[in-house]
């Protein structure tokens, strides 16, 4: 059996600038990889290059197989049956990644309605069950809200339903815990991780921050200037990393987090 | 009518509101009872009574008959330039924002010469050319304001186009025109109901100048063709204009306090809560959403070097 996504030499240029180059890899179905790199580093391309969201200016060259189909070139209309569908995405920002003048509940039930063709009641029915999937409290209530009525991780755990609404093969999630407060995250990053393993759903998990990697991926791939420096299993990698910036990333990790049991050690 | 309740929120929704009401009325009242008819002439210059409430004018012809009918001239002025502004400058904003470069641009560049126009001069030649019916300034307003209306559309198309919800939309397959529909033109909504009342406004008085000049069809009283029939006479008789003017103001005004209620009231954002669903869920404190402790953190014992400066 084919890898569900199988990137190959993916290299994206703004003229002559490489933003990609030449990166591939694998995710299997129901599989879950990270991809770790600072800003810049171009996870966010890769990823959008997959469902052929790139800007108009960029260059895409190399493969994308999705299924046994390859993506790369297909026309967009084509890819927009995919979107949504087989292929979902969670943004990084879920303060802009709603419209705010649109209700959550028909925004969660947009991808069902455009995919699966659900009339307006089904879609609102299928909306407050999703709701009430990613944890928001009071699911038939929370439907109706705006996007400002609710908290940074409310919102995110509205973007998590709308990606998850049509059961997708392959969940791309794009920083998804980086516009949120520390204290947030774990809740979403471990609704994240028990939704895709439900529903066997494979996760491209993109982060700039390596100690989350652990939490929700299996394997990992590091980015630094559009290329992959070391990929492999997430454990080994962290307990043994082998490339100097892979290094560098975990050591900045450590420093940030300090364990809370030191800090109190010290003041006492 | 939750929307008149949201617009009357605000002040200048209030106002407009009432001054909306009281020009619709002086229409509705033109159509059941007008107390002379406005051509006829009798009596010159005579002052407010109960007869003639606003008075008559050089020819004797009542002045508060001919503020009602002229109403009804101002009215479909108004609502006809303002519908057309809207349909061209949201279509033109709108294809020139979204369709790729080639078209968009050229479009872009259109509007710039159709802008180039000036809205008066352009509803005089086109006045000059046709007769000086209210279909042929409905669109010599409409379309040279809709132009208008299509450049600060299509900045503002593109500003939404850049959102992340645009890219989320597009993201789950959502087509282009499902996107517009759903995405942009709500958000545009508040931008084109402002510009549009500004346009009905406009409309009023381009009419209302046009008519004074006297190149309109004189075959309908309206509120211009009244004060330019009085304006030689305004240094002896100043207070026959008094009515007609104010009438002319109002429903100006009105269209354009209207227009900024309205915005304040389409903008779910503006709105206090408790409007509907009975109040807005909690914003906080619900989720079971507690601090992060990864593996990665927990494992070696820190040194604590960097704790030993920190308060």
Redesign the interface.
Same mark, same amino acid.
């Given at each position: 059996m084919t890898a569900l996504l199988e990137v190959k030499d993916l290299t994206v240029r703004f003229g002559d600038h490489v933003v990609v180059d030449e990166v591939s890899f694998t995710v299997e179905r129901g599989g879950r990889l990270g991809v770790i790199g600072e800003s810049g580093s171009g996870k966010t391309l890769t990823a959008l290059s997959i469902?052929g969201?790139v800007p108009?200016s960029a260059l895409v060259s190399g493969s994308v197989q999705f299924d046994g189909q390859q993506l790369l070139g297909r026309r967009d209309g084509d890819l927009?049956?995919?979107?949504?569908?087989q292929i #979902?995405?969670v943004? *990084?920002?879920p303060q802009?990644?709603?419209? $705010?003048?649109?209700r959550v509940g028909k925004q969660v039930a947009? $991808?069902l309605r455009?995919?699966h063709g659900l009339s307006k009641v089904a879609a609102a029915d299928a909306a407050v069950a999703l709701c009430e999937r990613v =944890?928001l $409290?009071?699911p038939s209530?929370?439907v109706? /809200?705006?996007p400002? *009525?609710?908290?940074g =991780? *409310?919102r995110q755990?509205v =973007?998590i339903a709308? #990606?998850l /609404?049509c059961r997708p093969a392959l969940l791309i999630a794009d920083e998804p815990t980086t516009a949120l407060d520390?204290?947030? *995250?774990?809740?979403?990053?471990r609704l994240l991780a028990e939704l895709v393993a439900e529903e066997d759903t494979a996760l491209l998990f993109i982060t700039h921050d390596?100690?989350?990697v652990?939490?929700v991926a299996d394997d990992v791939l590091v980015m630094r200037r559009g290329s992959i420096v070391e990929a492999g299993a997430a454990e080994a990698v962290?307990e043994a990393p082998s490339h100097p910036y892979t290094i560098e990333l975990?050591a900045a990790?450590? &420093?940030t /987090?300090? $364990?809370p049991d030191?800090?109190v &050690?010290?003041l006492s | 009518m939750s929307w008149v309740r949201a617009t009357a929120r605000s002040w200048s929704g209030r106002v407009g509101l009432v001054l909306m009401a009281v020009f619709l009325m002086t229409v509705v009242m033109s159509y059941i009872w007008v107390p002379y008819d406005p051509r006829r002439v009798g009596e010159r210059w005579l002052g407010m009574s109960v007869d003639h409430w606003f008075g008559t004018d050089a020819a004797g012809k009542d002045l508060f008959s001919q503020v009602l009918v002229g109403a009804r001239v101002s009215l479909f002025v108004a609502v006809a330039s303002a519908l057309i502004a809207g349909v061209v400058g949201v279509t033109l904003g709108v294809i020139s924002a979204i369709t %790729?470069?080639v078209l968009g641009e050229s479009l872009a560049y259109f509007i710039d010469v159709l802008i180039a126009l000036p809205t008066l001069v352009l509803a005089l030649v086109l006045v000059g050319l046709f007769k000086g019916s209210l279909v042929t300034v409905s669109l010599a307003i409409g379309v040279s304001s809709g132009v208008v209306l299509a450049r600060i559309l299509r900045a503002e198309v593109a500003g939404v186009l850049a959102?992340?919800?645009i890219?989320?939309?597009?993201?789950? !397959?959502?087509?282009t025109w499902?996107t517009v529909r759903?995405?942009v033109l709500?958000?545009i909504a508040p931008i084109v109901i402002v510009q549009v009342s500004l346009i009905a406004a406009l409309a009023i008085l381009a009419e209302a100048a046009l008519s004074f000049l006297g190149v309109m069809s004189r075959s309908r009283p309206s509120w211009g063709q009244t004060l330019g029939e009085l304006q030689p006479h305004v240094t002896l008789h100043p207070g026959a204009i008094v009515f007609p003017a104010l009438f002319l103001v109002a429903a100006t005004l009105g269209f354009n306090l209207l227009g900024d209620g309205l915005r304040d009231a389409t @903008?779910?954002?503006l709105r206090s !809560?408790g409007r509907?669903?009975g109040g807005?869920?909690?914003?906080?404190g619900?989720?079971?959403?507690?601090?992060?402790?990864?593996?990665?953190?927990?494992a070696? %014992?820190?040194t604590?070097t960097?704790?030993?400066t @920190?308060r």
């Open positions: 469902i969201l108009d927009s049956q995919l979107r949504g569908e #979902a995405m943004f *990084q920002n802009t990644a709603l419209n $705010p003048l649109m947009e $991808p455009r995919h =944890g $409290p009071d209530r929370s109706r /809200a705006y400002h *009525q609710l908290s =991780g *409310q755990r =973007g709308m #990606a /609404a520390v204290t947030v *995250q774990a809740g979403v990053l390596i100690a989350l652990p939490l962290i975990l990790a450590r &420093k /987090a300090l $364990p030191d800090h &050690k010290v | %790729p470069r959102r992340d919800y890219l989320a939309a597009h993201a789950s !397959g959502t087509s499902r759903r995405h709500p958000n @903008d779910p954002r !809560g509907g669903a807005q869920p909690t914003a906080t619900v989720l079971p959403d507690t601090a992060v402790v990864s593996p990665l953190v927990a070696p %014992p820190t604590t960097i704790a030993g @920190d």
